[in-house]
């Protein structure tokens, strides 16, 4: 982005927060709607307490589990159904069901079978692991066919056609996956601790600001979930750009 | 070992590109195999890389190792999807290794087959990797023939040697993949047209690298010029 585009898209950030400050000015209402000033009040109140920090350790931990262990599920069942189709036909229903099943029926479920405490680590591993694990297989499907004979023929090891023809060929995949699977799991995740109100837990705040209709800390906490899930987002994208062998070298594509 | 076509034919439906075709590779040799375009010849090299499996006929290999139309239906069968499987950019090398080497007496798996090294009519290079990480990549358990340093020297600019392959120039590009097939270990080298895009000196250069890092191993060339057979000494099969 350039710098002037920057500059024209901070000025339209400022101002929809001063409409924002205008229309709860308006409303003048805290329970119907409140603005940018009295969220900031009540997000430095909560802050400076223990509790916010629990709360929000309880859920990154969790949901943060969640996304990490259906990553690698997904990542290890995709290279898998790559290489044998068995696999991959066993796995379709599976993932099909994953990805059409609403939330809040598995929210329930799992309620029943685990509890509430752990409820985000199985919400979270549900959601993400069917995009990681279709984006893998696509990304395998991607790799260069001619590569691919000259590894044959050459009789590079499976390490080797790993690191060099598969793996680059399936994280710029992943990349776009986990940016997508990151928000959907702080959202899928915060929305089961709701429904589950785990003590100790952002859902449980969030259901607290519901019961108590204290709509300025539902708002401070959706805030923090935003933030949250975002740093946890670019935290992990800056880890597979690591990972990355291509790094500012281009794609692998054959000529 | 001599590498042997017996009447091997290769059709891609509605084309037929090899019929019948003989002819040996004695140990050590060095062959140019000329002809027209669209001859088949690109054909040839695949099938003798394994790349492909012929519709009708044999290629032995020594250490009876060989392949051919056996199981004809079978080869039928994989023809086809492997012909499909071109178009669609997928699926071509899922047919088993063994498979494609179906029957002869030794199935004992890869180790004891013939081993190959290629330039194939594209450069076929990791366009991120440099030219000694290129090199590298093709190292199997016993490591390489020559180091990446010494194939590339005489060959390529040194300045070049570290550069991604995605941003070198044609020419260089196709010289690394030169410097490949010879610093891999192998029994036979295939090229199929080597030269293009080198002008004369590079060229010349190129293929007294050859030459001098060939280490007796068979090597059979796709070109379409008499010179290069000349300059490389080589024996002319025509197709």
């Not at chain 1, 400022?14 to 900031?40: T, Y």
């Not at chain 2, 994989?78 to 199935?107: H, S, V």
Request: charged fraction near 20%; proline fraction near 3%.
């Amino acid at each position: 982005m350039g710098r002037h585009k920057r500059r024209r898209m901070a000025a339209a950030v400022v101002l929809w927060i001063l409409i924002w400050q205008a229309a709860a000015m308006l409303v003048h209402n805290r329970i119907l709607f409140v603005g940018p000033a009295e969220v900031c009040l009540t997000l430095s109140r909560l802050v400076r307490t223990a509790e916010f920090w629990q709360s929000v350790m309880h859920s990154s931990v969790r949901i943060a589990g969640g996304f990490l262990l259906a990553f690698a599920a997904g990542l290890l069942l995709g290279a898998g159904a790559y290489r044998f189709s068995w696999l991959r036909e066993f796995l379709e229903p599976a993932v099909l069901t994953l990805q059409s099943v609403p939330v809040a029926s598995f929210v329930i479920l799992a309620l029943i079978w685990i509890g509430s405490k752990n409820l985000a680590v199985l919400i979270c591993f549900l959601v993400v692991f069917p995009v990681i694990y279709r984006n893998t297989l696509q990304g395998m499907r991607a790799a260069d066919v001619q590569l691919l004979e000259m590894a044959q023929v050459f009789r590079m090891s499976r390490l080797g056609k790993l690191r060099y023809l598969y793996g680059p060929a399936v994280l710029p995949y992943l990349k776009s996956a986990s940016h997508v699977a990151m928000g959907m799991a702080w959202k899928s995740g915060v929305a089961a601790e709701v429904i589950g109100v785990p003590d100790l837990s952002i859902g449980e705040k969030l259901y607290m600001a519901k019961i108590y209709l204290s709509t300025a800390e539902l708002f401070a906490w959706t805030l923090v979930v935003i933030v949250v899930s975002r740093l946890f987002e670019q935290a992990f994208l800056w880890l597979l750009a690591r990972a990355d062998v291509t790094r500012g070298k281009g794609g692998n594509d054959a000529d | 070992m001599p590498i042997e076509f017996r009447n091997v034919s290769k059709s891609f439906p509605p084309k037929d590109v090899l019929a019948a075709v003989s002819f040996v590779l004695e140990d050590g040799g060095i062959y140019c195999l000329m002809g027209p375009s669209g001859i088949g010849k690109t054909t040839l090299l695949r099938l003798l890389m394994g790349l492909e499996i012929p519709d009708a006929g044999e290629i032995r290999m020594g250490r009876g190792q060989s392949y051919g139309a056996y199981k004809k239906d079978r080869a039928r069968e994989q023809t086809y999807r492997m012909d499909g499987a071109l178009i669609a950019g997928k699926g071509q090398f899922r047919t088993k290794r063994k498979e494609r080497y179906a029957a002869g007496p030794n199935q004992s798996g890869q180790s004891d087959q013939l081993r190959i090294s290629a330039v194939f009519q594209e450069n076929r290079l990791l366009n991120f990797a440099d030219a000694v990480q290129n090199i590298r990549a093709v190292s199997g358990k016993d490591g390489l023939l020559f180091a990446p340093e010494e194939v590339l020297d005489g060959m390529l600019e040194k300045e070049a040697w570290r550069q991604p392959a995605g941003r070198q120039s044609g020419g260089m590009q196709r010289r690394v993949a030169i410097a490949r097939a010879l610093a891999a270990r192998s029994e036979l080298l295939v090229m199929d047209e080597p030269f293009t895009g080198l002008d004369g000196a590079a060229k010349e250069r190129t293929i007294r690298k050859i030459l001098s890092c060939r280490a007796g191993r068979t090597l059979i060339v796709v070109t379409h010029q008499e010179e290069d057979a000349r300059l490389l000494g080589a024996e002319v099969l025509r197709l």
